[in-house]
Structures are given as structure tokens and as C-alpha cells.
């Protein structure tokens, strides 16, 4: 079994700075991509960006390209979203996925299905506001 958590949520003024964490036990996730989601309320769970399993290649929503950077450490079983430039439009619950397989991307248009994706954290919130 496999456990997914996330942190590093929170409140933050538009422009500022998260980086979100998600680390992982139970199991190796070496050969898993790793996918963020962000679901806001009253809307569909939107995919944000991924990493492939050894981290060379990484993929981002057109929303948050040159804002956000995804990296993993997989010594340390953990992957990270660092999101700058704040928008209050980036306001939701940020979760982390483990897939296996060709799921990162997921198309030339979509960055990660929720779908192709084995296991999940609980999410943490983030806020952006003044």
C-alpha cells in the first residue's frame, strides 16, 4: 500500500510564494509519475503538472507555465510544487498522484488525467488573497 501525503499549504497574498510537498511511504514510487491536481470549489479537479519517474522531463497546464516548477527527489521519496507568483485564481485543494505507465503527459493538450492515476493524498489548501 501506498501512502501520499501533502504539505506546505496555506494563505498567501497574490504574488507571493508556496512550495507544496508530497512525500510518500509504504513503497518505492521510482517507477511512478508524479502528478499535482488542484480542485476549486464548484469545479472539475484540473491537472496542473507532472514529472515523469526519474525526473527529466516535466510538464505543466497552460495557466501555471513559468510560474510553477515541479521536482522530485526520489532518494527521499518526495516530490515538490514550487508555485510563485500567486494568483488568487491558483486558490484551491492541491493534491498529489502516483501513476504508472505513459501518463505524464497525458496528451498534447491535457498535462494529467485524474483517471490514470493509482494513488492519492488528502490534499492540502491553498489560499491566495489580501
Known amino acids: 500500500q501506498v501512502h501520499l501525503a501533502e504539505s506546505g499549504g496555506g494563505l498567501v497574498q497574490p504574488g507571493g510564494s508556496l512550495r507544496l510537498s508530497c512525500e510518500a511511504s509504504g513503497k518505492s514510487l521510482n517507477y511512478y509519475a508524479i502528478g499535482w491536481f488542484r480542485q476549486a470549489p464548484g469545479k472539475e479537479r484540473e491537472g496542473v503538472s507532472c514529472?515523469?519517474?526519474?525526473?527529466?522531463?516535466?510538464y505543466y497546464t497552460d495557466s501555471v507555465r513559468g510560474r510553477f516548477t515541479i521536482s522530485r527527489d526520489n532518494a527521499k521519496s518526495t516530490t515538490f510544487l514550487q508555485m510563485n507568483s500567486l494568483k488568487p485564481e491558483d486558490t484551491a485543494v492541491y493534491y498529489c498522484?502516483?501513476?504508472?505507465?505513459?501518463?505524464?503527459?497525458?496528451?498534447?493538450?491535457?498535462?494529467?488525467?485524474?483517471?490514470?492515476?493509482?494513488?492519492w493524498g488528502q490534499g492540502t489548501q491553498v489560499t491566495v488573497s489580501s
Open positions: 514529472i515523469t519517474p526519474n525526473g527529466d522531463s516535466t
Open positions: 498522484a502516483a501513476g504508472l505507465g505513459p501518463v505524464c503527459p497525458y496528451s498534447d493538450d491535457v498535462v494529467a488525467s485524474s483517471n490514470n492515476y493509482d494513488y
